[in-house]
């Protein structure tokens, strides 16, 4: 069974339906005119929107660049650079040798080589 709230819903489609054709030919102009001017004030943020990004967008790429373009260059003092230049020699004779490089049977005696240099290092000392 229908409730009274479905019957008064059906009801009123029927009237609203049975209305809108016998609309005079002014009023629907005039309904049509108010429909797209709706239309079209739902669609303006948006366009306001994208009308800063943009010149917003054309800013931060030219900030970017700018900030690239002047970012202030490391400095090197004559005797920092030598100092740096002694020191990367130093370090690659620290390291160990390349595997390629050095005779196979030196890894044969790797005891006997720790051995000898934590003897000889203590012997220095003395």
């Known amino acids: 069974m229908t409730s009274p709230d479905e ?3 059906q009801r009123a489609r ?3 339906r049975e209305a809108a054709q016998h609309v005079d030919p002014a009023t629907a102009g ?5 429909r797209r001017q709706a239309l079209e004030a739902a669609h303006a943020p948006t366009h306001r929107a994208a009308r ?4 917003t967008g054309a800013f931060a790429a030219i900030a970017l ?8 260059l490391p400095t090197q003092h004559p005797t920092t650079a ?8 130093d370090l690659d004779n620290e390291l160990p040798p390349d595997a ?3 005779d196979p049977n030196l890894y044969q005696n790797l005891d006997f080589y ?3 240099a934590s003897t000889s290092s203590h012997t220095a000392a003395r």
């Open 30 to 34: 005039r309904l049509r005119a108010a």
């Open 114 to 116: 720790g051995w000898l």
């Open 82 to 89: 030598m100092h740096a230049a002694g020191s990367a020699d």
């Open 7 to 9: 019957h008064f819903e």
């Open 52 to 55: 800063w990004l943009i010149p």
């Open 14 to 16: 029927e009237l609203w």
């Open 65 to 72: 660049a700018a900030m690239m373009v002047w970012q202030p």
């Open 100 to 102: 390629d490089k050095t």
